[in-house]
């Protein structure tokens, strides 16, 4: 699997469900960030979560991350329709290197009315 | 506060021409990155500049791509001669502080015939 990895591809629910999503990374990290993509537009920065928390709230979003698993997850509760987007988590490698961050392919999520 | 503003919002060139994309970033971010996401594939690191320095550009393709960030304020990724492997979105990035929030712009999307 590749770096900031998203299970599942696709998922699909109804309005008012919670979602979530999951990512797996491999490289030891400074801190993992999710992003959502509305169709043909630009990158959203949902949440940021450090390699010292495990846990974390936005609104209707909840991050956890377990670096010992290397692995994150995003629950979107009460879902809406306008959650419909693609989720990105991305890494950024610990240590003094390269700030670029890592993306997976992304969760593809449809809200059904 | 004004976001990341990029252009153009599409460039439809033919291989062999030369394209020059532009990056504005928020206000006051000494950070910005280069991203660029071909078809089916993930989010790609390309280049981060600290003011006008360049401190990574490990991401980048090949000698054909060129950015700059004269006086450390907006930034030109050039691609010049264009091939058809080229085709993907170009997303710029800021951030404040190194190994913080990167805020993306909506990306240019390049279609080389």
């Known amino acids: 699997s590749q770096q900031g990895e998203e299970d599942p591809q696709a998922l699909s629910i109804q309005e008012g469900e919670n979602a979530t999503m999951n990512c797996s990374y491999k490289?030891?990290?400074?801190?993992l960030q999710w992003y959502r993509q509305n169709s043909g537009r630009g990158l959203v920065h949902l949440i940021l979560?450090?390699?010292?928390?495990r846990e974390k709230h936005s609104g209707r979003l909840r991050v956890t991350l377990d670096t010992s698993k290397k692995s994150s997850s995003l629950l979107i509760t009460a879902s809406r329709a306008a959650d419909t987007a693609s989720y990105f988590c991305?890494?950024?490698?610990?240590?003094?290197?390269?700030?670029?961050?890592?993306f997976g392919k992304g969760t593809h999520l449809i809200i059904q009315p | 506060e004004a976001g990341v503003t990029q252009f153009p919002s599409h460039s439809v060139i033919e291989k062999g021409q030369t394209v020059t994309l532009r990056c504005d970033p928020i206000s006051g971010h000494d950070n910005l990155y280069w991203y660029r996401r071909v078809m089916g594939k993930e989010i790609k690191f390309l280049l981060h500049?600290?003011?006008?320095?360049?401190?990574?550009e490990s991401g980048m393709p090949n000698n054909r791509f060129l950015a700059e960030r004269t006086g450390g304020t907006y930034s030109t990724l050039k691609v010049q001669p264009a091939e058809l492997e080229d085709s993907g979105v170009y997303f710029c990035?800021?951030?404040?502080?190194?190994?913080?929030?990167?805020?993306f712009g909506p990306g240019t999307r390049l279609l080389v015939l």
């Open positions: 490289t030891s990290i400074n801190n």
């Open positions: 979560i450090r390699s010292n928390e």
């Open positions: 991305a890494t950024d490698a610990l240590g003094g290197g390269a700030d670029g961050l890592t």
């Open positions: 990035a800021s951030s404040q502080v190194r190994k913080e929030t990167q805020y």
């Open positions: 500049f600290v003011k006008e320095s360049k401190q990574d």
